[in-house]
């Protein structure tokens, strides 16, 4: 099993700044992909940020240069930096990796962060 947890959410202003946290555990081989999705009331789940295990990183168009994604490998996290928050970035954010677990591949879901920006 493989389990993702997320923290680092809550309230902030416009304008303002938070790094979200996401830490994988249990019975892990590699971990290839890792990315932030959100979604927010109403709409549908978005790709915000992903890297690769070689730390090459790509973007949602509307984050970029707000928003930095990067990954501790040693110690199986991916984090989200985002600053210049607008209220549009709110929504419950989701990580997701892809994980070698037990001979086969899986892609495991963190159980979300709500990140809420208020104007």
């Known amino acids: 099993q493989v389990q993702l947890v997320e923290s680092g959410g809550g309230l902030v202003q416009a304008g303002g700044s938070l790094r979200l946290s996401c830490a994988a555990s249990?019975?892990?081989?590699?971990?290839?992909?890792m990315g932030w999705y959100r979604q927010a009331p109403e709409e549908e789940r978005e790709l915000v940020a992903a890297?690769?295990?070689?730390?090459?990183?790509d973007y949602h168009d509307s984050v970029k240069s707000r928003f930095t994604i990067s990954r501790d490998n040693a110690k199986n996290t991916v984090y989200l930096q985002m600053n210049s928050l607008k209220p549009e970035d709110t929504a419950v954010y989701y990580c997701?990796?892809?994980?070698?677990?037990?001979?086969?591949?899986?892609?495991?879901w963190g159980q979300g962060t709500l990140v809420t920006v208020s104007s």
């Open positions: 997701k990796a892809g994980v070698t677990t037990g001979g086969y591949r899986l892609e495991a």
């Open positions: 249990g019975s892990i081989f590699s971990i290839n992909g």
């Open positions: 890297i690769t295990s070689g730390g090459s990183a």
